[in-house]
């Protein structure tokens, strides 16, 4: 990418993050609900501070720091960058006003642009077109995780506060949950090099991916309903160990944000307030723990992460337009959509039935440890830092949720959470040997 497309894409994304907080207040701005979610004020600084801290600092000598103390305010877990502050205090940094972090993006974007217009001839300009780039991404991970710790801000509101105005409900029917058989075999899984991709994407590597089926779609509110209904959540043998002490310890017995009224009613809190559940949407804000425990009770298993990787990019091969079409990000919305048949396909008829919300409706949890790939090597200095530190007790997600910037994504997309994290747009398909 030249230096011009660069800097139309960078203004593209900040543009985008700073959308994304127009409906909020100061107020909303400043919450942090839990301590594995950050305040919006400091989503919209750290963005920032990756910016300046990984290139105008690195590579412009002149740069004028906007203020020293958001070099410790505002830095994540990049020990090599020196101490940070706590993450779980991160909702009582009241100062700086969120109009200073305004000012504050304002002044590195002006920096930036004068910076890209100066840079394109610098000796090191492909390495520092690489770290632009790659922060372009971290905003958009950051743009999802913005929206997705805002929601849980708003739903601890008891009054049910909306993000964004009602949409139309989509109530239909899901198609038939069906197997699908996929061959297995030698395989390549990883970011083959072309475009951007982050370090734990790759290398590209060859993998035996044994014969398998995976459903067609993923699993709904309805299929986790009768889950519950069965007894699921007071069923030990059906739960690993860990989640039936997170079951017990956290007295649960539905997914986060689903609410049962006196009168058998369930809603759900969404971000466009509180809603009646569409029964044909996939299940959302799962855990691994209830992933898992869903998998078992149904006869089946989780996927692996080979397993997904593979299933997309033959979806994504396949000759017929809406087969295809199923495989990639569908347009962005704040929640996911129940799964639609390619056109002129009957429920009834389907006899090949093709691979469904592969991308762009949930975060599908994987049986996989998050871990490196044969060869990886993590980054030199601070950047590496980004992922591979936290490959250890993490688990595989595959295939984007709606919140996902599209443009953002690829099958070989890693994304990595705790067994325990709900609060992310997290489900599952279904997998079983055959």
Known sequence: ?????????????????????????????????????????????????????????????????????????????????????????????????????????????????????????????????????????????????????????????????????????????????????????????????????????????????????????????????????DGGYRTPTLWLSEGWDWVNRHHASAPLYWTQSKDGDWSIFTLYGRQPINWAEPVCHLNLYEADAFATWAGARLPREDELECATLLAMQDDDEAKRKAAIIASHRLHPAPAQLPQNRRMDADDNPSLLQLAGEVWSWTSSSYGPYPGFQPSPGAIGEYNGKFMCNQYVLKGASCLTPAKHWRPSYRNFFPAHAQWQFTGLRLAKDI
Not at 87 to 98: A, E, I, K, V
Not at 124 to 134: D, E, G, V
Not at 135 to 164: M, R, V, W
Request: hydrophobic share 35%; glycine share 4%; with cysteine.
């Open 1 to 229: 990418m030249d230096a011009q497309a660069l800097k139309a894409h960078f203004f593209d994304v900040r543009k985008t993050t700073e959308n994304l907080v127009a409906p909020l207040s100061a107020e909303d701005a400043q919450i942090q609900s839990m301590p594995d979610a950050s305040p919006a004020k400091w989503h919209l600084a750290h963005s920032t501070w990756l910016y300046e801290t990984f290139i105008l600092k690195a590579y412009d000598p002149d740069h004028p720091v906007f203020d020293e103390d958001f070099h410790y305010l505002f830095n994540s877990y990049y020990e090599a960058e020196g101490p940070r502050h706590p993450r779980p205090q991160r909702g009582l940094l009241s100062r700086p006003s969120l109009q200073t972090v305004m000012d504050y993006r304002r002044a590195t974007d002006n920096r930036m642009a004068d910076f890209l217009d100066q840079m394109s001839a610098h000796p090191q300009w492909p390495r520092i077109a690489a770290l632009i780039t790659l922060g372009c991404h971290h905003e958009q991970q950051h743009q999802e995780l913005l929206l997705t710790d805002i929601k849980h801000a708003l739903s601890c509101n008891p009054t049910a506060p909306t993000y964004a105005p009602s949409f139309p409900k989509m109530i239909t029917q899901a198609p038939e949950a069906r197997w699908v058989k996929m061959t297995g075999g030698l395989k390549k899984i990883g970011h083959d090099g072309t475009g951007f991709a982050f370090d734990n994407e790759g290398p590209q590597h060859q993998i035996w991916l044994h014969d398998h089926a995976l459903h067609n779609r993923l699993v709904t509110t309805a299929d986790y309903l009768q889950f519950i209904e």
